[in-house]
């Protein structure tokens, strides 16, 4: 039996990723209080491998408080065998975490208190009886059986648990309002940060915790140039995972309204670069949004290809580059046009929407999740003032204020 403090003696979701790719167990059932993006995609390549050879997941999580999103319920419906939504009405919070691992001979019970989040399963100070179950075990037996009788219970709770058989059920939460988009709460957060104003702070930055590098498929070669700022400046906000730009797109261009331009510099309209990776030196200018990417908007020979994770799918191949010739217009471009292991395309992805050309009159946003891999949102143009309002820089994609708006959004990891 191990006890495990997060961060000091490990991180919860580098053991899990561990015994999914062990041979000895054949299924997990995961119950958990909250679910994020940030967790579900560092770990949903381990869950697939993990079912690619026969292994059953099933998982049961809350939607209180705010604490589970709308992509990470969809990125467990395409990664787990069944999907369970708990809560109740009556303000009783669902609160518990567990991970059962089911194996012929042996077994293994986690039960702490982290939630399958970036911050839960690396971050956060979390702690976590981690017990091995063997058949022959009188001790183990009976804290086996209790877990199996929980799962049971949660199971026959009728009113109370809703199975997340279609993607349209997880819209259906979403439209009525139990679970948000991610962008969306970090749009909330935001703003209410803006309102408190600024605070002194009175503690230092904790124990260090790192997050795992997401492997993704058919990655290319990521053609990086970063600028350094001074040490004195914490800018975390801008390079750390978890962090958004976001973009106005009135019509777009190409031939399936998919292309994005992302400028060489940007006008800024408020906030101050000074320091960051944007700075220019001139305060009313700062390097264009190609540089979140990481791309130096100078060095105009170089690409770059990112994977773009929209509604729980990984499309590869999305271009960043800088055109010349006969397609040049003085300004870099994002191609969002790359495809799926199963080889759709996400513009067909799209179209499946329903809206004709999705991206047409939207603001988009983008979160970093690895230098080459983003999630991508959609939001209706109607949201615009919203976003601006909670952005630290907020700029003109271009250099005059006929260009399109973007803005850069501060988000820590997120931590329930």
């Given at each position: 039996?191990?006890?495990?403090?997060?961060?000091?003696?490990?991180?919860?979701?580098?053991?899990?990723?561990?015994?999914?790719?062990?041979?000895?167990?054949?299924?997990?059932?995961?119950?958990?209080?909250?679910?994020?993006?940030?967790?579900?995609?560092?770990?949903?390549?381990?869950?697939?491998?993990?079912?690619?050879?026969?292994?059953?997941?099933?998982?049961?999580?809350?939607?209180?408080?705010?604490?589970?999103?709308?992509?990470?319920?969809?990125?467990?419906?395409?990664?787990?065998?069944?999907?369970?939504?708990?809560?109740?009405?009556?303000?009783?919070?669902?609160?518990?975490?567990?991970?059962?691992?089911?194996?012929?001979?042996?077994?293994?019970?986690?039960?702490?208190?982290?939630?399958?989040?970036?911050?839960?399963?690396?971050?956060?100070?979390?702690?976590?009886?981690?017990?091995?179950?063997?058949?022959?075990?009188?001790?183990?037996?009976?804290?086996?059986?209790?877990?199996?009788?929980?799962?049971?219970?949660?199971?026959?709770?009728?009113?109370?648990?809703?199975?997340?058989?279609?993607?349209?059920?997880?819209?259906?939460?979403?439209?009525?309002?139990?679970?948000?988009?991610?962008?969306?709460?970090?749009?909330?957060?935001?703003?209410?940060?803006?309102?408190d104003g600024s605070r002194q702070r009175l503690f230092g930055n904790g124990a260090p915790a790192h997050l795992p590098y997401v492997e993704t498929q058919k990655k290319a070669k990521v053609v990086t140039s970063v600028s350094e700022a001074p040490e004195s400046f914490d800018f975390a906000f801008l390079k750390d995972e978890g962090n958004t730009i976001w973009f106005e797109t009135k019509s777009m261009t190409g031939g399936s309204r998919n292309i994005l331009d992302l400028s060489k510099k940007s006008l800024v309209e408020l906030g101050d670069p000074k320091g960051t990776p944007f700075d220019l030196g001139d305060q009313k200018f700062m390097r264009g949004g190609v540089e979140f990417f990481g791309l130096d908007p100078a060095a105009t020979d170089q690409k770059k290809n990112i994977t773009l994770n929209f509604e729980g799918v990984d499309y590869f191949g999305n271009e960043i580059l800088y055109p010349d010739g006969a397609n040049a217009n003085g300004t870099w471009r994002l191609q969002i046009k790359g495809a799926s292991s199963s080889e759709r395309k996400i513009t067909e992805a799209f179209r499946a929407k329903g809206e004709g050309f999705l991206l047409v009159k939207k603001v988009i946003a983008f979160t970093k999740i690895n230098d080459d891999y983003y999630s991508l949102s959609v939001f209706p143009e109607s949201e615009l003032e919203n976003f601006k309002v909670a952005s630290y820089i907020l700029a003109w994609n271009g250099s005059t204020r006929t260009a399109r708006q973007l803005g850069l959004i501060f988000q820590k990891i997120d931590n329930p």
């Open positions: 039996m191990e006890l495990m403090n997060q961060p000091f003696s490990g991180q919860l979701g580098n053991r899990l990723i561990e015994l999914l790719n062990s041979p000895d167990y054949h299924t997990l059932n995961i119950v958990v209080a909250f679910a994020k993006n940030s967790g579900v995609l560092r770990i949903k390549d381990a869950l697939e491998n993990f079912r690619g050879r026969g292994g059953i997941v099933n998982v049961y999580v809350g939607v209180d408080l705010g604490g589970t999103s709308y992509e990470a319920l969809t990125a467990l419906l395409l990664h787990a065998d069944s999907l369970n939504v708990i809560h109740s009405e009556n303000d009783q919070t669902f609160h518990s975490k567990i991970y059962q691992f089911i194996g012929d001979n042996a077994g293994l019970i986690v039960v702490g208190s982290n939630n399958i989040t970036a911050g839960g399963l690396w971050t956060n100070f979390e702690s976590s009886v981690l017990a091995p179950v063997e058949n022959s075990s009188a001790e183990i037996g009976p804290i086996l059986k209790e877990v199996d009788n929980y799962i049971e219970s949660l199971s026959s709770l009728e009113d109370s648990l809703m199975q997340m058989g279609s993607q349209d059920d997880i819209d259906k939460l979403l439209e009525s309002g139990y679970v948000f988009k991610e962008v969306a709460q970090q749009i909330r957060l935001a703003k209410a940060a803006a309102q």
